[in-house]
């Protein structure tokens, strides 16, 4: 009885197993797919540019188009896990919305992000995390240094700030993705200024993946 019953286990389990492999093979004769014969590359790298619209925080001005371009590097702690850096140029213009002044501002960066990613889906991943923005040059339309007579702002007048981003970005075709991002930034600003150190806006882009996001297992 006991062989018996042992034999049939035995049986049992081999049609099971012929079962699945014969499943797994007629899905990939049916639909040319099987089990996941690719795994997520874990190291990539894409190139950026976005229209700006970001301006001072409060209804003394308006946000005008800038623009932005960079690189990021991206690490995938797993499938559904990442993480981001690299590098980016961020131009901000905006224009004084009061009656004595109607000139125009326009801020230049160097924009450092360190955020985290996670990947619903294949096409989809959602992004927030650090940035920090450096000042390479500020100046406005009309002559505001009037000791050196030029158009470039005091080097005290805007600093350097810190700021926090959330962005999502979607696979259109290929290796080229769309973007949309929310970003803030901060520092102390002088009381008796107009000029702020508070922004804030989103920023859309595109970016092309330098490398294919999948790759064959060994």
């Known amino acids: 009885m006991i062989i018996n019953r042992v034999l049939w286990i035995f049986i049992f389990l081999n049609i099971s197993d012929f079962a699945y492999t014969q499943g797994d093979a007629n899905l990939l004769l049916q ?37 932005a371009f960079g690189g990021n590097i991206q690490y995938k702690y797993s499938r559904s896990i990442g993480f981001s850096t690299g590098v980016g140029f961020l131009s901000v213009n905006y224009q004084y919305d009061l ?3 109607r000139t125009y501002d326009n801020i230049n960066y160097l924009s450092f992000p360190l955020a985290i990613r996670v990947f619903p889906t294949e096409r989809t991943h959602f992004e927030t995390g ?89």
Do not use: M
């Open 130 to 218: 650090l940035v920090y923005h450096y000042v390479i040059e500020a100046k406005n339309s009309e002559i505001v240094n009037l000791k050196e007579l030029t158009k470039n702002y005091n080097d005290n007048i805007f600093k350097n700030a810190f700021g926090w981003l959330f962005a999502v970005q979607y696979n259109i075709w290929k290796k080229f993705h769309l973007s949309l991002e929310y970003r803030f930034f901060k520092n102390s600003t002088l009381s008796n200024n107009i000029q702020k150190n508070n922004f804030n806006g989103f920023l859309l882009g595109i970016h092309f993946l330098i490398l294919s996001p999948n790759r064959e297992s060994p």
């Open 31 to 67: 639909y040319q797919k099987g089990p996941d014969i690719n795994r997520y590359r874990k190291w990539n790298f894409d190139l950026n540019f976005k229209a700006v619209n970001i301006g001072p925080e409060g209804d003394a001005a308006t946000p005008k188009i800038g623009y």
């Open 99 to 101: 009656k004595e002044n």
